[in-house]
């Protein structure tokens, strides 16, 4: 069903299921559903009111089909009457033709919040809020972390940068599919917090990549060395389970785009720049990231960049049970 054919009425259908009627949950929309936004979505709409909208039409009639949400005709339509606009979109740039461009703002009510759970910039998040304020409607950035797997669990660890009456408003909604909500400031206060964490993110997977490469080609069976490391001081959630997972059984399932996290790295170095902190790790990460996506291309995911470690090392960091290391199929 699409939003303009029956939202307005006194009673509306959401889904294949629910029938609400007005005034018994509260009108959330959502748009975009990504492989983390789908989930995230899927959650809310067991407690709400929902609305949804994706570029894709395929993903969002799929969605309705499933779950009891409305389907909106644009982005405009998703917004008419929700007290809450969630936004989880690739980067701020898609956040702001949202909103300003395709009218999503304009639909809302003064008085609205839109949470924006975009792993996006904080400048960007600091003049989308000073813009929606004029309307009188709240911002919160609202990040999140823990991927698909915590998505889908509902238990998502958020950022939130924002007033803390916004947060406080803002809570019922991300507790439908988080586990964990910290306010760390003010508006960009949870994008910066976030770019920080993928940027240790992109150094943990790089630098456990090269580690694992010279053992390897050392004789010694990378899935022995990651049992002492993990019991060690230089474990991380590469070394637990990105490389164990994905990389020692050659699956590397396609999860979060490589492209994302050198976005996210590229955020977490300018914001280095603009407060006078020197980085060297970070510009690094940033550098080596941008080489992995022009490389592997826009569809690879972020731990396919130990391909390119294994490519320059001729060497494939696979669990095996002999002493010799197995040649990269790569070199």
């Known amino acids: 069903m699409l939003l303009s054919e029956g939202w307005a009425s006194?009673?509306?259908y959401i889904g294949p299921r629910v029938a609400v009627s007005e005034g018994t949950a509260m009108r959330v929309a959502f748009i975009g559903l990504g492989d983390i936004g789908r989930p995230m979505a899927g959650h809310l709409a067991t407690r709400?009111?929902?609305s949804v909208w994706s570029r894709a039409r395929s993903k969002v009639e799929a969605f309705v089909e499933s779950g009891n949400a409305v389907a909106a005709a644009s982005a405009a339509d998703a917004a008419a009457g929700a007290r809450v606009l969630v936004t989880c979109l690739p980067t701020s740039v898609e956040v702001e033709e949202v909103l300003f461009a395709a009218g999503a703002a304009e639909q809302l009510d003064h008085g609205a919040l839109v949470i924006d759970c975009t792993s996006?910039?904080?400048?960007s998040s600091r003049s989308i809020a000073a813009r929606l304020l004029e309307r009188g409607i709240g911002f919160v950035d609202a990040p999140v972390s823990g991927g698909v797997a915590g998505a889908e669990a509902g238990k998502l660890t958020v950022m939130c940068g924002g007033s803390d009456s916004d947060v406080q408003r803002?809570?019922?909604v991300l507790e439908a599919f988080a586990s964990k909500i910290v306010r760390c400031g003010g508006?960009?206060?949870?994008h910066a917090v976030k770019a920080a964490n993928q940027a240790l993110l992109a150094v943990h997977i790089w630098a456990t990549g090269e580690v694992l490469a010279a053992l390897t080609k050392a004789g010694v069976d990378p899935q022995v060395a990651l049992e002492v490391i993990n019991a060690s001081s230089g474990r991380s959630n590469a070394s637990q389970n990105l490389i164990p997972e994905r990389v020692l059984t050659r699956a590397f399932p396609r999860t979060f785009r490589l492209a994302l996290l050198e976005k996210d790295v590229r955020i977490a170095l300018e914001l280095a720049r603009?407060?006078?902190t020197a980085a060297p790790f970070t510009e690094l990460a940033a550098r080596l990231f941008a080489e992995a996506r022009a490389e592997l291309g826009e569809a690879?995911?972020?731990?396919?960049a130990v391909r390119l470690i294994e490519r320059e090392a001729a060497i494939e960091i696979a669990a095996y049970g002999s002493p010799n290391p197995t040649p990269s199929s790569q070199s």
């Open 48 to 50: 709400f009111a929902l």
């Open 274 to 276: 603009e407060t006078g």
């Open 120 to 123: 996006g910039d904080p400048a």
């Open 10 to 12: 006194r009673s509306f």
């Open 187 to 190: 508006v960009g206060a949870g």
């Open 300 to 304: 690879a995911d972020h731990v396919e």
């Open 170 to 172: 803002a809570k019922p």
